[in-house]
Nanobody, 115 residues
């Protein structure tokens, strides 16, 4: 079965850092663009960052630009989201999604930033 498994979430203080990982299996990793989304309590799911298929060009939402970095490792079939300068408003469940011939979603990992 095609699946994504996120990990790396946790509780950090304002200004801290976390790196999330998204490990892919069961599909052709290089043929899929990968995105990170987040959803905070009572709010809509928000697209945060994406990395394109093949060329792996990157893009970021204004809310995380300059603080978050998306990257991928084809050999490890893994996409990372490095998060620096975390703020309380970054608190959310973070999801990765692979988009290609079809979409695959991860189960989410909780990030909590204390004030």
């Amino acid at each position: 079965e095609a699946q994504l498994v996120e990990s790396g979430g946790g509780l950090v203080q304002t200004g801290g850092s976390l790196t999330l990982s998204c490990v892919a299996s069961g599909f052709r990793f290089d043929d899929y663009a990968i995105g990170w989304f987040r959803q905070a309590p009572g709010k809509e799911r928000e697209g945060i960052s994406c990395i394109s298929a093949i060329d792996r060009d990157t893009d970021y939402a204004d809310s995380v630009k300059g603080r978050f970095t998306i990257s991928s490792d084809s050999a490890k079939r893994t996409v990372y989201l490095q998060m620096n300068g975390l703020k309380p408003e970054d608190t959310a469940v973070y999801y990765c999604v692979a988009v290609g011939p079809y979409a695959v979603w991860g189960q989410g990992t909780q990030v909590t930033v204390s004030s």
